[in-house]
């Protein structure tokens, strides 16, 4: 079972403009952690954002934001004022606490491009 | 940040032949390191866990004798590919967790492996 969805493989958004890039997760554990990286076309993992099950407010990172719903299991990417750097591979991840050992699954992505 | 190493960054070799990679945490102790392994416009694919000192567990249908996972100190673990063919050709990223402090989990930049 996909524990991990992005359902947009790939976005485009007007330079200076908000978006937001969907991440739904699955889990039983009641302790996990999610993440967003950034994967430029060199391929190095970028880390971006962290959101603690237990953490009461969203994430925030500059002009990175997390939209966190625990109830609907979503973890959504707010990238506010986009720039062409912004232009990359965005990955959400989840960490399950427990039984997960700490192992940290991926979804598919989603290829952001910031339009000039 | 904490910076994790691999080595080589690239690698091009002959089917048949066996590949070493290497991944390095330059400034923390690793208890857990992960390998992962990515496909063109794919996502991250988790291949194992290893933690120093005992042996590496494999995730569902990738071949532990294939796969060789040495974690032999605090920072540094290796993955063998033997007899490699071109389907292994792929992109190799380790990431290692920092247990201590932060409790992170660092990414290196990862390794381009060809098989010819």
């Known amino acids: 079972a996909q524990k991990i969805t992005q359902t947009q493989p790939g976005m485009f958004v007007q330079e200076k403009e908000a978006v937001t890039l969907d991440c739904t997760y699955d889990?039983?554990?009641?302790?996990?952690?999610l993440f967003w990286y950034k994967q430029p076309s060199s391929g190095e993992m970028i880390f971006l954002i962290y959101q603690g099950s237990y953490d009461q407010q969203n994430a925030t990172e500059g002009r990175y934001s997390l939209n966190f719903q625990k109830a609907r299991k979503s973890a959504n990417l707010v990238i506010s004022a986009s720039q062409l750097g912004d232009s990359a591979m965005y990955f959400c991840a989840m960490r399950e606490g427990g039984t997960g050992g700490f192992k940290t699954i991926f979804g598919a992505g989603t290829r952001l491009f910031v339009k000039a | 940040g904490a910076v994790v190493s691999q080595h080589p960054s690239r690698v091009i070799c002959k089917s048949g032949t066996s590949v070493k990679i290497e991944c390095r945490s330059l400034?923390?102790?690793?208890?857990?390191m992960f390998w992962y392994r990515q496909f063109p416009k794919q996502s991250l694919m988790l291949m194992a866990t290893?933690?120093?000192?005992?042996?590496?567990?494999?995730e569902q249908g990738v071949e532990k004798d294939k796969f060789l996972i040495n974690h032999a100190s605090l920072t540094l673990s290796t993955l063998t590919v033997t007899s490699a063919h071109p389907e292994d050709s792929s992109f190799y990223i380790c990431?290692?967790?920092?247990?201590?402090?932060?409790?992170?989990?660092?990414f290196g930049p990862g390794t381009r492996l060809t098989v010819l």
């Open positions: 889990t039983s554990d009641p302790s996990y952690g």
């Open positions: 400034d923390f102790q690793a208890t857990t």
């Open positions: 290893s933690n120093e000192g005992s042996k590496a567990t494999y």
């Open positions: 990431s290692a967790r920092e247990s201590l402090r932060t409790d992170t989990q660092y």
